[in-house]
């Protein structure tokens, strides 16, 4: 509709013989352009251990008493982007966003802590690991085992069961 439009009136007002597709064009052209996009990591299945393999589970009661007191020897990593950690995220809980996970798994020890601002963890050290819903941290714990960590869990309902039952901690 709108090309008929421009054409139409365009014809109008000029010959025939000069009018052209640039003279057309600006009308046509989309007026909202994006200027930031996020990308985002979401595949549960690039980076798969292998059907023999799934992380063990952690559940909010699990969970609840290692962020009243956090052990030195255990981490409690968020594979959400920072855009969506800055809405909250479970005490305790180091930055990891999903999109660097296995560069980051990879990195030496001091290029590691530089980037990310914690120590790197150790093959044997317990990782628990959490996303929106549970979906990135299943992919963030294969990737951890690919890479040869051996003691990483998931807390499959990860921050939408955090925050609901906090919630439902604080009407009480």
Wanted: charged share 25%.
């Amino acid at each position: 509709m709108f090309r008929t439009i421009a054409i139409r009136a365009t014809r109008s007002s000029l010959p025939l013989r000069t009018m052209s597709l640039a003279m057309v064009a600006p009308v046509i052209r989309p007026a909202v352009v994006p200027i930031v996009q996020t990308q985002r990591f979401n595949s549960t299945h690039l980076h798969s251990a292998g059907p023999d393999w799934s992380a063990p589970v952690v559940t909010y009661e699990d969970l609840k008493p290692r962020t009243e007191q956090p052990k030195e020897d255990a981490y409690l990593i968020d594979v959400r982007e920072f855009d969506e950690i800055a809405q909250g995220s479970i005490p305790s809980s180091v930055p990891l966003p999903l999109s660097v996970f296995a560069e980051a798994l990879r990195a030496p020890e001091d290029e590691f802590r530089n980037k990310h601002g914690f120590k790197k963890p150790t093959q044997n050290q317990e990782i628990t690991v959490y996303c929106r819903s549970g979906k990135r941290s299943a992919t963030a714990a294969d990737i951890a085992h690919k890479y040869g960590y051996t003691n990483v869990k998931n807390y499959s309902g990860s921050w939408l069961d955090w925050s609901k039952r906090e919630g439902e901690n604080r009407g009480n």
